[in-house]
């Protein structure tokens, strides 16, 4: 089955700070998301982005299909976008395959 | 709306219990996912239905688990005999198929324990 991969497993950043977010799948997709796990559990979904580019406030996504990645970008960071970010993808249908997640922790 | 909503929030039960997991979804939404979260193996997809339908079952680790949907407004996850290792925190969603809308809504989980 298509394999999911992001880095970094893990990221620290000071209050302020911009970073980037990568998700690389190893197939073709016609379904891909993003999602914040915000520190009580609750899954969020940031963008739904098989391809293109989406910018929602300080978050934007872009996803290049064809060479099978996307990334999450993050400006401004604050102590609120702390949790786990996770890339999801599907090839057929709506059967969406979770990668292992970005775990990110933002200090004040 | 008020979102996916799923209930129990928390359940601990015995080992070789019954264990039932309930999810509302989004009104008109019609597709509707349970996932299975555990440290260990991540958000796996169990099932998932359409139009109240189950499409793929290929995630159901057992045949101690089953789901239904008996209507558009809402699905069952049944665990029966429960065992520790079924521990985890379980999620529904659901999601529009028409384009440009996939974007999947979760609910907020029901975090089981098996003693």
């Known amino acids: 089955g298509i394999q999911v991969e992001q880095s970094p497993p893990d990221l620290i950043l000071q209050e302020g700070a911009n970073s980037t977010l990568r998700c690389n799948f190893s197939d073709s997709v016609n379904n891909l998301q993003w999602f914040h796990q915000n520190p009580w559990g609750q899954l969020i979904n940031l963008f739904y982005i098989p391809s293109g580019t989406k910018q929602n406030g300080r978050l934007s996504a872009t996803t290049v299909a064809t060479e099978r990645y996307s990334l999450l970008y993050i400006s401004s960071s604050q102590t609120t976008d702390s949790g786990v970010y996770f890339c999801?993808?599907?090839?057929?249908?709506?059967?969406?395959?979770f990668g292992a997640g970005t775990r990110l922790f933002v200090k004040a | 709306d008020a979102g996916v909503i799923q209930s129990p929030r928390h359940e601990v039960t015995e080992m070789g219990q019954e264990v039932t997991l309930r999810c509302k979804p989004i009104s008109g939404h019609d597709y509707l996912f349970w996932y299975r979260q555990t440290m260990m193996r991540g958000l796996e997809l169990l099932i998932y239905?359409?139009?109240?339908?189950?499409?793929?079952d290929s995630g159901m680790p057992e045949d101690r688990f089953s789901a239904k949907m008996p209507n558009a407004s809402f699905s069952t996850l049944k665990i029966q005999p429960s065992e520790p290792r079924d521990s985890a925190v379980y999620f529904c969603?659901?999601?529009?198929?028409?384009?440009?809308?996939?974007?999947?809504?979760f609910g907020s989980g029901t975090r089981l324990t098996v003693v």
């Open positions: 999801a993808v599907g090839t057929g249908g709506f059967k969406t395959i």
């Open positions: 969603a659901s999601s529009l198929s028409s384009a440009g809308v996939g974007g999947y809504t």
């Open positions: 239905f359409n139009n109240n339908v189950p499409i793929d």
